[in-house]
């Protein structure tokens, strides 16, 4: 069964500086995709990058990268120069492709809790 | 382009009645999944859809069930609520065939009384 694993319930950083959540993941899919999402008090997950396991270069998207660490079974979320407005609950997630193409349903951590202090 | 949305965005149920939620995914998205997320846990799969036809399903009770219509929109259907259905629920739309990423909309909180 697919299992994914935040083993940090809450982090904090200080505005400006850099934070990392870590994430660990067990799938027996060769074909899996890493997913980072975020959860303001608002309620509305918002994708913040994806990672195609089968690429070796670790994605970014601004301020946000990731380290995958395919043969652990690791993918942690690095958010650099962090902002008030990055502090949300961050999931790690999981999903292979399915047999018809299309998305396989996604297999996500507990969550953790970013405070980012002024 | 509009996001995901779903609605109601509150509702509030007592045990043992019915409830259905609806979601309509982005323009153009084929695939709808369908997650319930109870508070200070990370969502949980429940239904996926995909021209139609269900293509996953979660673990959960014939209680819940779904569908999906011909514009691709979508309805969970929650029978004999009982207090543990209270939660968020979420649904996610994809394009489909070779797209991965699904994108998810603001949620439907359900407290069940």
């Known amino acids: 069964a697919q299992t994914v694993t935040q083993s940090q319930p809450e982090m904090s950083v200080q505005e400006a500086e850099t934070v990392t959540l870590s994430c660990t993941y067990d799938t027996s899919e060769s074909d899996y995709y890493l997913f980072w999402y975020k959860q303001p008090p608002s309620r509305q997950m918002i994708l913040v990058i994806r990672?195609?396991?089968?690429?070796?270069q670790n994605a970014t998207e601004n301020r946000f990268s990731v380290n995958f660490q395919k043969a652990a079974k690791s993918f942690s979320l690095k958010i650099s120069d962090s902002q008030l407005g990055d502090a949300a609950m961050y999931f790690c997630a999981e999903g292979g492709s399915n047999a018809w193409g299309g998305s396989e349903k996604l297999v996500f951590g507990k969550g953790t809790k970013l405070t980012v202090n002024p | 382009d509009a996001g995901v949305t779903q609605s109601p965005t509150h509702l509030i149920k007592t045990r043992g009645q019915q409830v259905t939620l609806r979601c309509s995914p982005i323009s153009g998205h084929k695939s709808v999944s369908w997650y319930q997320q109870v508070l200070g846990q990370g969502p949980q799969f429940i239904f996926q859809y995909y021209e139609k036809e269900e293509r996953g399903r979660g673990n959960f009770p014939d209680r819940f069930s779904a569908r999906q219509f011909p514009n691709y929109s979508s309805e969970l259907n929650v029978n004999a609520l009982l207090l543990g259905d209270s939660a968020l629920y979420l649904c996610?739309?994809?394009?489909?065939?070779?797209?991965?990423?699904?994108?998810f909309g603001p949620g439907t909180r359900l407290l069940v009384l």
């Open positions: 996610a739309s994809s394009p489909g065939r070779d797209q991965e990423t699904q994108y």
């Open positions: 990672q195609e396991a089968y690429k070796q």
